[in-house]
């Protein structure tokens, strides 16, 4: 069994980036709270995973839009599991591809609600459990951002892209405020990754247009987010990590 590290929390938990995270952390030697919002039997076969690697976890569901649910949620993995030492926030969403010229105020508000808002207020609550300003023992913030931050996903999702480039903000900026208070905030863009987050043909049409010549896969993903979260990278605060096969 690996040594304990404390205790993660992993936002939209259940399956692809969020999935591997849990399983790669808890190989790393985390209890895992597993956070879902609908897919209760998703969430479930990753903490039987989670399990087998000999450590403790939970599914917990939760809409992390919705502050309440963002508090029970902490709340409910700190008299489980323990004071959380750890928070990956993960949860994400994308819209049809499409044009800007064709976005309602619809779509956008709900990308960037679940992609951006829910991010903000996440690791609010993860500051508020884990700064010594605010008596906590400190910790990390690891968030899950996208390569079409940087790219812009141009006839496809550049409301997606907006949504994570505010992602990108939040942890240089938030990683700034907080440094001094014992909490790092760290990043990872994940590049063409083959999870379902993707429309029907899209990783065939794109697979090879990373200078890698292939999609990433979710464990690939989670191994950098196993690392930011550890103590390994206890010299990183405020950036955020390509893993994008070179694009």
């Not at 929390?9 to 209890?31: E, M």
């Not at 976890?57 to 409910?76: G, N, S, Y």
């Not at 709900?110 to 459990?129: D, H, K, P």
Request: proline share 3%; glycine share 12%.
């Amino acid at each position: 069994m690996s040594v304990g590290r404390g205790v993660v929390l992993v936002t939209g938990g259940s399956r692809g980036i969020g999935a591997a995270a849990s399983v790669a952390l808890a190989a790393d030697g985390w209890d895992v709270g597993v956070n879902y919002r609908t897919r209760a039997d998703e969430a479930a076969r990753v903490v039987k995973a989670c399990e087998e690697l000999g450590r403790r976890a939970i599914a917990v569901q939760a809409d992390v839009v919705e502050p309440d649910q963002i508090e029970r949620l902490f709340d409910t993995v700190t008299a489980e599991l323990g004071p959380i030492g750890a928070v990956i926030n993960n949860a994400g969403v994308v819209s049809p591809g499409g044009r800007v010229a064709e976005y309602d105020a619809e779509r956008l508000d709900r990308v960037f609600r679940i992609n951006s808002i829910s991010a903000f207020l996440v690791a609010g609550a993860a500051v508020r459990r884990m700064s010594t300003a605010y008596g906590g023992a400190g910790g990390v913030i690891v968030n899950v951002s996208s390569r079409a931050a940087v790219l812009g996903s141009a006839g496809e999702y550049v409301d997606y892209a907006a949504s994570k480039a505010a992602v990108d903000a939040l942890t240089t900026g938030l990683g700034n405020e907080v440094a001094k208070e014992g909490i790092r905030v760290l990043g990872v863009r994940p590049g063409l990754i083959e999870t379902d987050i993707h429309e029907a043909g899209r990783l065939d049409r794109l697979g090879a247009t990373p200078p890698l010549a292939r999609p990433g896969k979710a464990e690939e993903v989670a191994e950098v987010i196993a690392f930011l979260a550890s103590d390994r990278a206890s010299y990183m605060t405020g950036t955020t990590v390509d893993v994008s096969g070179g694009r």
